[in-house]
């Protein structure tokens, strides 16, 4: 396993949408690996593969209830309900929060590691956590969703938030 370098705002990578992942290979499997560890690294809720240079669609995600990373190959959102007003941040924008509207709850679907076909259903900040990333996927940041004026910028020294 490894770090991997975050990629920051200013990149135009992070604009770019991500392919498809054909094959879940070994170098697949150490993506996940490394993206995971530089997630952890870096105290953030999720990461998605562009951030870290490579265009594929692969996300991970922890929101640190217990229930350890969640790993997501090829992820589709498939239905959302009511619309919420959130804080959000990304690690590609460090220190830099603004209130976003999100979808209160999504329904994604996507392949495990081992290739198998999952369903997740989620509100709150799991929700949160993979509208963001999978906006990633398609080149699409957070601050195109900002609310106008909403921006902040946190003095890392004084706080520390959880970032996505
Ligand atoms: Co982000």
């Not at 594929?56 to 217990?66: A, E, L, Q, S």
């Not at 709850?105 to 997740?120: D, H, M, R, S, Y």
Request: overall charge negative.
């Amino acid at each position: 396993m490894a770090i991997r370098n975050i990629i920051e705002n200013g990149d135009e990578i992070l604009r770019k949408k991500s392919r498809e992942v054909e094959e879940i290979n070994e170098r697949i499997l150490e993506l996940l690996d490394d993206m995971v560890e530089t997630l952890h690294k870096s105290n953030g809720v999720g990461l998605s593969a562009v951030q870290v240079g490579v265009l594929k669609r692969v996300v991970v995600i922890d929101i640190y209830d217990g229930k350890g990373p969640i790993k997501l190959i090829n992820p589709k959102i498939t239905k959302t309900k009511g619309e919420v007003e959130l804080e959000e941040g990304c690690l590609s924008f460090p220190n830099q929060y603004a209130k976003v509207k999100r979808a209160e709850e999504v329904t994604v679907e996507a392949l495990n590691e081992k290739g198998k076909k999952i369903k997740i259903t989620a509100k709150e900040l799991l929700a949160q956590t993979l509208q963001h990333e999978l906006d990633h996927l398609e080149g699409v940041l957070f601050v195109d969703r900002m609310i106008p004026g909403t921006m902040e910028y946190v003095d890392p020294d004084n706080n520390q938030p959880v970032k996505e």
